[in-house]
Protein backbone atom coordinates (compact mmCIF):
# COMPACT_ATOMS: atom_id res chain seq x y z
CA UNK A 1 0.00 0.00 0.00
CA UNK A 2 1.37 3.56 -1.08
CA UNK A 3 1.62 6.26 2.05
CA UNK A 4 0.53 9.57 3.12
CA UNK A 5 2.07 11.94 4.86
CA UNK A 6 -0.32 14.94 5.94
CA UNK A 7 1.30 17.23 7.62
CA UNK A 8 -1.37 19.09 10.49
CA UNK A 9 -4.19 17.27 12.45
CA UNK A 10 -6.28 20.53 11.50
CA UNK A 11 -9.80 20.01 10.23
CA UNK A 12 -8.70 19.33 6.64
CA UNK A 13 -5.76 17.18 7.40
CA UNK A 14 -7.88 14.94 9.83
CA UNK A 15 -10.62 14.60 7.61
CA UNK A 16 -9.04 13.43 4.83
CA UNK A 17 -6.86 11.18 7.07
CA UNK A 18 -10.46 9.29 7.15
CA UNK A 19 -11.24 9.45 3.44
CA UNK A 20 -8.02 7.62 2.47
CA UNK A 21 -7.74 5.40 5.60
CA UNK A 22 -7.74 1.52 4.70
CA UNK A 23 -6.50 2.54 0.63
CA UNK A 24 -3.28 3.91 1.51
CA UNK A 25 -0.97 4.09 4.68
CA UNK A 26 -1.43 7.88 6.46
CA UNK A 27 0.11 9.22 8.80
CA UNK A 28 -0.51 12.64 10.35
CA UNK A 29 2.40 14.54 11.71
CA UNK A 30 1.35 17.32 14.00
CA UNK A 31 3.56 20.19 15.60
CA UNK A 32 1.52 20.19 18.79
CA UNK A 33 2.25 17.98 22.04
CA UNK A 34 -0.91 16.43 22.11
CA UNK A 35 -4.44 16.83 21.06
CA UNK A 36 -5.33 18.95 24.37
CA UNK A 37 -1.56 20.93 24.01
CA UNK A 38 -3.46 24.00 22.40
CA UNK A 39 -6.66 24.76 23.41
CA UNK A 40 -9.05 26.75 21.06
CA UNK A 41 -11.89 28.08 22.99
CA UNK A 42 -14.11 29.33 19.89
CA UNK A 43 -16.90 27.85 17.98
CA UNK A 44 -17.29 27.70 14.45
CA UNK A 45 -20.35 27.79 11.43
CA UNK A 46 -20.31 24.53 9.46
CA UNK A 47 -22.50 25.81 6.27
CA UNK A 48 -24.28 22.50 4.19
CA UNK A 49 -20.82 22.33 2.24
CA UNK A 50 -19.07 21.45 4.80
CA UNK A 51 -21.70 19.75 6.62
CA UNK A 52 -21.96 17.53 3.72
CA UNK A 53 -17.96 16.22 4.08
CA UNK A 54 -18.48 15.58 7.19
CA UNK A 55 -21.47 13.44 6.93
CA UNK A 56 -19.61 11.83 4.37
CA UNK A 57 -17.33 9.75 7.48
CA UNK A 58 -19.96 7.83 8.63
CA UNK A 59 -19.70 8.63 11.99
CA UNK A 60 -22.49 9.02 13.68
CA UNK A 61 -20.88 10.17 16.72
CA UNK A 62 -19.68 13.29 15.03
CA UNK A 63 -23.49 13.96 13.30
CA UNK A 64 -24.99 13.77 17.18
CA UNK A 65 -21.84 16.35 18.19
CA UNK A 66 -22.88 18.40 14.84
CA UNK A 67 -26.69 19.17 15.44
CA UNK A 68 -26.35 19.74 18.96
CA UNK A 69 -26.58 23.38 18.49
CA UNK A 70 -27.68 25.11 15.12
CA UNK A 71 -28.50 28.43 14.95
CA UNK A 72 -32.23 30.13 12.70
CA UNK A 73 -30.35 33.17 11.59
CA UNK A 74 -28.25 36.38 11.32
CA UNK A 75 -28.79 39.52 12.84
CA UNK A 76 -26.98 43.00 12.23
CA UNK A 77 -27.91 45.86 15.04
CA UNK A 78 -26.19 49.20 15.00
CA UNK A 79 -24.34 50.58 18.20
CA UNK A 80 -27.42 51.51 19.64
CA UNK A 81 -28.68 48.26 19.52
CA UNK A 82 -31.00 49.43 16.97
CA UNK A 83 -32.18 46.12 14.90
CA UNK A 84 -30.74 46.71 10.66
CA UNK A 85 -31.35 43.50 9.27
CA UNK A 86 -32.09 40.05 10.27
CA UNK A 87 -31.82 37.09 8.01
CA UNK A 88 -32.45 33.52 7.92
CA UNK A 89 -29.39 31.07 7.44
CA UNK A 90 -30.02 28.26 5.03
CA UNK A 91 -28.56 25.99 7.48
CA UNK A 92 -25.51 26.31 10.01
CA UNK A 93 -24.27 23.66 12.86
CA UNK A 94 -22.47 26.21 15.31
CA UNK A 95 -19.54 23.51 16.84
CA UNK A 96 -16.22 23.95 19.28
CA UNK A 97 -13.73 24.21 16.79
CA UNK A 98 -11.53 22.39 19.55
CA UNK A 99 -14.33 19.58 20.45
CA UNK A 100 -14.76 18.96 16.43
CA UNK A 101 -11.13 18.83 16.01
CA UNK A 102 -10.77 16.10 19.15
CA UNK A 103 -13.48 13.87 17.46
CA UNK A 104 -11.89 13.73 14.35
CA UNK A 105 -8.65 12.65 15.63
CA UNK A 106 -10.50 9.26 17.09
CA UNK A 107 -9.32 6.41 14.62
CA UNK A 108 -6.33 8.17 12.55
CA UNK A 109 -2.77 7.90 13.71
CA UNK A 110 -1.05 10.80 14.07
CA UNK A 111 2.54 11.49 15.63
CA UNK A 112 1.64 14.61 18.17
CA UNK A 113 5.17 16.94 18.57
CA UNK A 114 6.36 16.39 15.03
CA UNK A 115 7.09 20.08 13.37
CA UNK A 116 7.51 19.89 9.44
CA UNK A 117 10.25 21.55 8.64
CA UNK A 118 11.36 20.80 5.12
CA UNK A 119 10.97 18.20 2.24
CA UNK A 120 13.00 16.92 -0.65
CA UNK A 121 12.33 14.28 -3.66
CA UNK A 122 14.68 11.27 -3.40
CA UNK A 123 13.96 8.43 -5.64
CA UNK A 124 9.78 8.98 -6.68
CA UNK A 125 9.03 9.39 -2.89
CA UNK A 126 9.27 12.76 -0.60
CA UNK A 127 11.51 12.54 2.35
CA UNK A 128 10.40 14.45 5.11
CA UNK A 129 12.83 16.72 7.72
CA UNK A 130 11.41 17.41 11.13
CA UNK A 131 12.22 19.89 13.72
CA UNK A 132 13.48 16.96 16.16
CA UNK A 133 16.04 15.96 13.65
CA UNK A 134 13.99 12.45 12.63
CA UNK A 135 12.97 11.87 9.16
CA UNK A 136 10.48 9.60 7.30
CA UNK A 137 9.67 8.97 3.18
CA UNK A 138 6.44 8.84 1.96
CA UNK A 139 5.19 8.04 -1.55
CA UNK A 140 2.95 11.61 -1.06
CA UNK A 141 3.27 14.69 1.11
CA UNK A 142 0.33 16.73 1.98
CA UNK A 143 0.70 20.54 3.48
CA UNK A 144 -2.36 20.75 5.72
CA UNK A 145 -0.39 22.54 7.99
CA UNK A 146 -2.65 26.26 7.93
CA UNK A 147 -1.87 29.50 7.52
CA UNK A 148 1.44 29.63 7.73
CA UNK A 149 2.13 26.63 6.29
CA UNK A 150 5.84 25.51 5.99
CA UNK A 151 4.90 23.35 3.32
CA UNK A 152 3.25 25.79 1.51
CA UNK A 153 6.94 27.96 1.52
CA UNK A 154 8.78 25.05 0.28
CA UNK A 155 6.19 24.59 -2.88
CA UNK A 156 4.85 27.91 -3.66
CA UNK A 157 6.45 30.03 -2.36
CA UNK A 158 5.43 33.22 -4.49
CA UNK A 159 2.08 32.53 -2.72
CA UNK A 160 2.35 35.25 1.05
CA UNK A 161 0.51 36.10 3.50
CA UNK A 162 -0.61 39.71 3.77
CA UNK A 163 -1.92 41.45 6.97
CA UNK A 164 -4.80 44.04 5.97
CA UNK A 165 -5.67 47.48 7.72
CA UNK A 166 -8.58 45.63 10.62
CA UNK A 167 -7.36 44.69 13.71
CA UNK A 168 -9.52 42.07 15.62
CA UNK A 169 -9.42 39.77 19.00
CA UNK A 170 -11.38 37.43 20.32
CA UNK A 171 -13.02 36.66 23.99
CA UNK A 172 -14.82 34.28 25.75
CA UNK A 173 -17.47 36.11 28.86
CA UNK A 174 -19.73 34.89 31.02
CA UNK A 175 -23.52 34.71 28.91
CA UNK A 176 -24.96 37.77 29.81
CA UNK A 177 -27.76 37.80 31.98
CA UNK A 178 -31.39 38.89 31.12
CA UNK A 179 -30.96 41.58 33.59
CA UNK A 180 -27.78 42.52 32.35
CA UNK A 181 -28.57 42.64 28.58
CA UNK A 182 -32.19 41.73 27.95
CA UNK A 183 -31.97 42.31 24.18
CA UNK A 184 -28.87 40.46 23.18
CA UNK A 185 -29.94 37.90 25.87
CA UNK A 186 -32.79 36.50 23.74
CA UNK A 187 -31.59 37.44 20.76
CA UNK A 188 -28.39 35.31 21.50
CA UNK A 189 -30.16 32.12 21.70
CA UNK A 190 -31.40 31.87 18.23
CA UNK A 191 -28.98 34.23 16.50
CA UNK A 192 -25.42 35.14 14.94
CA UNK A 193 -25.44 38.69 16.20
CA UNK A 194 -23.22 41.59 14.43
CA UNK A 195 -23.26 45.07 15.79
CA UNK A 196 -22.29 47.45 13.44
CA UNK A 197 -20.78 50.49 14.66
CA UNK A 198 -19.35 53.89 13.65
CA UNK A 199 -15.39 54.94 12.39
CA UNK A 200 -15.64 51.39 10.60
CA UNK A 201 -15.77 49.15 14.01
CA UNK A 202 -18.09 46.02 14.53
CA UNK A 203 -18.60 43.41 17.09
CA UNK A 204 -19.43 39.75 16.54
CA UNK A 205 -21.47 37.97 19.38
CA UNK A 206 -21.37 34.48 19.26
CA UNK A 207 -23.47 32.33 21.98
CA UNK A 208 -21.84 29.31 23.63
CA UNK A 209 -24.76 28.92 26.17
CA UNK A 210 -24.62 25.28 26.64
CA UNK A 211 -20.90 26.57 28.58
CA UNK A 212 -23.02 29.59 30.20
CA UNK A 213 -20.17 31.71 27.89
CA UNK A 214 -20.57 34.40 25.18
CA UNK A 215 -17.55 34.88 22.00
CA UNK A 216 -17.37 38.42 21.95
CA UNK A 217 -14.97 39.30 18.84
CA UNK A 218 -14.49 43.11 17.98
CA UNK A 219 -12.83 44.56 15.60
CA UNK A 220 -11.42 47.88 13.76
CA UNK A 221 -10.25 49.58 10.67
CA UNK A 222 -7.34 50.99 12.43
CA UNK A 223 -3.66 51.04 12.70
CA UNK A 224 -2.23 48.86 15.34
CA UNK A 225 -3.20 49.62 18.82
CA UNK A 226 -2.11 48.17 22.59
CA UNK A 227 -5.29 46.38 24.64
CA UNK A 228 -6.00 49.07 26.84
CA UNK A 229 -6.07 51.59 23.77
CA UNK A 230 -8.36 48.81 22.19
CA UNK A 231 -10.95 48.18 24.52
CA UNK A 232 -11.10 52.45 25.04
CA UNK A 233 -12.17 52.88 21.70
CA UNK A 234 -14.62 50.40 22.05
CA UNK A 235 -16.27 51.64 24.83
CA UNK A 236 -16.47 55.20 23.90
CA UNK A 237 -18.11 53.84 20.83
CA UNK A 238 -21.13 51.05 22.16
CA UNK A 239 -21.36 53.42 24.99
CA UNK A 240 -25.15 53.39 24.90
CA UNK A 241 -25.51 50.00 24.17
CA UNK A 242 -26.04 47.02 25.97
CA UNK A 243 -22.69 46.46 24.64
CA UNK A 244 -21.28 48.02 27.24
CA UNK A 245 -21.51 45.96 29.78
CA UNK A 246 -20.29 42.44 27.77
CA UNK A 247 -17.37 44.96 26.92
CA UNK A 248 -16.60 45.32 30.80
CA UNK A 249 -16.19 41.63 30.94
CA UNK A 250 -13.36 41.24 28.28
CA UNK A 251 -9.49 41.33 29.70
CA UNK A 252 -6.46 39.90 28.15
CA UNK A 253 -6.79 36.91 30.38
CA UNK A 254 -9.99 36.08 28.79
CA UNK A 255 -8.85 36.02 25.47
CA UNK A 256 -9.30 33.61 22.76
CA UNK A 257 -8.11 35.01 19.45
CA UNK A 258 -4.93 37.20 19.96
CA UNK A 259 -5.32 41.06 19.44
CA UNK A 260 -4.04 41.60 16.04
CA UNK A 261 -4.39 42.00 12.04
CA UNK A 262 -6.96 40.22 10.03
CA UNK A 263 -4.78 37.84 7.80
CA UNK A 264 -5.77 37.06 4.10
CA UNK A 265 -3.28 35.07 1.34
CA UNK A 266 -2.59 36.69 -1.50
CA UNK A 267 -4.14 34.31 -3.75
CA UNK A 268 -6.83 36.36 -5.35
CA UNK A 269 -4.11 38.36 -7.23
CA UNK A 270 -2.84 35.19 -9.15
CA UNK A 271 -3.97 34.98 -12.93
CA UNK A 272 -2.53 32.30 -13.45
CA UNK A 273 -2.73 29.05 -10.96
CA UNK A 274 0.42 28.23 -8.82
CA UNK A 275 0.28 25.34 -6.99
CA UNK A 276 1.58 22.47 -9.09
CA UNK A 277 -0.13 20.17 -11.08
CA UNK A 278 2.05 17.04 -10.77
CA UNK A 279 4.09 15.27 -8.45
CA UNK A 280 3.73 14.40 -5.31
CA UNK A 281 3.01 17.15 -2.90
CA UNK A 282 -0.28 18.98 -2.37
CA UNK A 283 -1.69 21.61 -0.40
CA UNK A 284 -5.29 22.10 1.09
CA UNK A 285 -6.62 24.52 3.50
CA UNK A 286 -5.42 27.32 4.96
CA UNK A 287 -1.82 26.58 3.93
CA UNK A 288 -3.26 27.16 0.26
CA UNK A 289 -5.77 29.88 1.00
CA UNK A 290 -5.63 32.14 4.21
CA UNK A 291 -9.02 34.40 4.69
CA UNK A 292 -10.07 36.49 6.67
CA UNK A 293 -13.09 35.01 8.97
CA UNK A 294 -15.91 37.26 8.14
CA UNK A 295 -17.39 34.98 5.82
CA UNK A 296 -17.17 31.72 7.50
CA UNK A 297 -16.08 29.85 4.41
CA UNK A 298 -12.48 28.77 6.24
CA UNK A 299 -12.93 25.39 7.24
CA UNK A 300 -15.84 24.58 5.11
CA UNK A 301 -13.79 25.23 2.26
CA UNK A 302 -10.74 23.00 4.05
CA UNK A 303 -12.99 20.65 4.44
CA UNK A 304 -14.33 20.60 0.31
CA UNK A 305 -10.94 20.62 -0.07
CA UNK A 306 -10.16 17.29 1.66
CA UNK A 307 -13.14 15.53 0.10
CA UNK A 308 -11.89 16.36 -3.83
CA UNK A 309 -8.38 15.48 -2.47
CA UNK A 310 -9.39 11.80 -1.59
CA UNK A 311 -11.51 11.66 -4.99
CA UNK A 312 -8.22 12.54 -6.83
CA UNK A 313 -6.16 9.70 -5.03
CA UNK A 314 -8.85 7.07 -5.83
CA UNK A 315 -7.79 7.32 -9.73
CA UNK A 316 -4.66 9.43 -9.18
CA UNK A 317 -5.97 12.72 -11.19
CA UNK A 318 -4.55 15.48 -9.27
CA UNK A 319 -5.42 18.23 -11.96
CA UNK A 320 -8.69 18.51 -11.25
CA UNK A 321 -8.26 18.75 -7.68
CA UNK A 322 -5.69 21.39 -8.33
CA UNK A 323 -7.63 23.41 -10.28
CA UNK A 324 -10.42 23.42 -7.95
CA UNK A 325 -8.28 24.33 -5.07
CA UNK A 326 -7.27 27.46 -6.71
CA UNK A 327 -10.58 28.76 -8.54
CA UNK A 328 -12.80 27.76 -4.91
CA UNK A 329 -10.17 29.65 -3.04
CA UNK A 330 -9.46 32.57 -5.24
CA UNK A 331 -13.52 32.60 -5.10
CA UNK A 332 -13.54 32.42 -1.12
CA UNK A 333 -10.62 34.43 -0.85
CA UNK A 334 -12.54 37.30 -2.34
CA UNK A 335 -15.58 36.74 -0.93
CA UNK A 336 -14.16 36.45 2.87
CA UNK A 337 -12.02 39.74 1.64
CA UNK A 338 -15.22 41.88 0.67
CA UNK A 339 -17.11 40.97 3.60
CA UNK A 340 -14.49 41.73 5.77
CA UNK A 341 -14.58 45.35 3.98
CA UNK A 342 -18.17 45.82 3.60
CA UNK A 343 -18.94 45.86 7.66
CA UNK A 344 -15.28 47.86 8.31
CA UNK A 345 -16.28 50.81 5.75
CA UNK A 346 -19.41 52.68 5.68
CA UNK A 347 -20.68 54.79 8.59
CA UNK A 348 -23.52 53.18 10.21
CA UNK A 349 -25.99 54.89 9.28
CA UNK A 350 -25.02 54.77 5.84
CA UNK A 351 -24.93 50.57 6.71
CA UNK A 352 -28.24 50.54 8.03
CA UNK A 353 -29.95 52.07 4.84
CA UNK A 354 -28.13 49.24 2.36
CA UNK A 355 -29.05 46.35 4.86
CA UNK A 356 -32.55 47.64 5.10
CA UNK A 357 -32.72 47.97 1.20
CA UNK A 358 -30.90 44.36 1.07
CA UNK A 359 -33.56 43.13 3.58
CA UNK A 360 -36.67 44.42 1.39
CA UNK A 361 -34.72 42.83 -1.72
CA UNK A 362 -34.17 39.70 -0.14
CA UNK A 363 -37.82 39.38 1.56
CA UNK A 364 -39.28 38.20 -1.81
CA UNK A 365 -36.73 35.54 -2.25
CA UNK A 366 -36.57 34.03 1.56
CA UNK A 367 -40.63 34.05 1.50
CA UNK A 368 -40.49 32.08 -1.88
CA UNK A 369 -37.66 29.50 -0.74
CA UNK A 370 -39.59 28.98 3.23
CA UNK A 371 -42.80 28.34 1.13
CA UNK A 372 -40.78 25.88 -0.85
CA UNK A 373 -39.24 24.08 2.13
CA UNK A 374 -42.83 23.69 3.64
C1 LIG B 1 -11.68 33.08 15.41
C2 LIG B 1 -11.89 32.25 14.20
C3 LIG B 1 -13.19 31.94 13.81
C4 LIG B 1 -13.41 31.16 12.68
N1 LIG B 1 -14.68 30.89 12.31
C5 LIG B 1 -14.92 30.15 11.19
C6 LIG B 1 -16.25 29.84 10.78
O1 LIG B 1 -17.23 30.22 11.42
N2 LIG B 1 -16.40 29.08 9.67
C7 LIG B 1 -15.33 28.64 8.94
O2 LIG B 1 -15.54 27.97 7.91
N3 LIG B 1 -14.06 28.92 9.31
C8 LIG B 1 -13.83 29.66 10.41
N4 LIG B 1 -12.55 29.93 10.80
C9 LIG B 1 -11.42 29.45 9.98
C10 LIG B 1 -11.09 27.99 10.23
O3 LIG B 1 -10.85 27.72 11.60
C11 LIG B 1 -9.87 27.60 9.42
O4 LIG B 1 -10.03 28.08 8.11
C12 LIG B 1 -9.71 26.07 9.34
O5 LIG B 1 -9.42 25.58 10.64
C13 LIG B 1 -8.61 25.70 8.37
O6 LIG B 1 -8.36 24.31 8.47
P1 LIG B 1 -6.95 23.73 8.08
O7 LIG B 1 -7.04 22.26 8.25
O8 LIG B 1 -6.52 24.25 6.78
O9 LIG B 1 -5.93 24.36 9.11
P2 LIG B 1 -5.93 24.33 10.71
O10 LIG B 1 -7.23 23.87 11.23
O11 LIG B 1 -5.38 25.65 11.12
O12 LIG B 1 -4.85 23.20 11.06
C14 LIG B 1 -3.49 23.33 10.78
C15 LIG B 1 -2.73 22.37 11.70
O13 LIG B 1 -1.39 22.30 11.27
C16 LIG B 1 -0.55 22.30 12.42
N5 LIG B 1 0.78 22.78 12.00
C17 LIG B 1 1.12 24.05 11.63
N6 LIG B 1 2.42 24.09 11.28
C18 LIG B 1 2.91 22.84 11.43
C19 LIG B 1 4.20 22.25 11.22
N7 LIG B 1 5.26 22.98 10.79
N8 LIG B 1 4.36 20.92 11.46
C20 LIG B 1 3.30 20.17 11.90
N9 LIG B 1 2.07 20.67 12.12
C21 LIG B 1 1.88 21.99 11.88
C22 LIG B 1 -1.25 23.25 13.38
O14 LIG B 1 -0.83 23.07 14.72
C23 LIG B 1 -2.72 22.84 13.16
O15 LIG B 1 -3.11 21.79 14.01
C24 LIG B 1 -12.30 30.69 11.93
C25 LIG B 1 -10.99 30.97 12.34
C26 LIG B 1 -10.78 31.76 13.46
C27 LIG B 1 -9.36 32.07 13.87
Request: charged share 30%; hydrophobic share 35%.
Given at each position: MESVAIIGAGLSGLTLAHLLKGKYNVTVYERDESYSARKQGYRIGINSDGYQVLLSLKNEKLVDFLNQQKLVGFAMVDETDKDLVRFEFGESWI?????????????????????????????????????????????YLIGADGVNSQVRKQLAPEIAIQKLPYFQAGFIVPFPTKEQCPKYHDLLQTHLVRVLGPKGSTILLLSMKDQGELIVSPSVQSKEMDFDEFRGFFKEIYSSSECLSILGSISL??????LGFLQNSNLASFKANPFPKQGNVFLMGDAAHAMTTHRGLGANTALQDAADLAVAFADKQFERYVDILFSRGVAAVKESQASTEQIHSFDAYKRAWFLKGLGVALAPYMFFKNLLKK
Open positions: VSRWKLRNMLTEGVEIEWNKKFESYKHENNMVTIQFADGGMVSANENKGVE
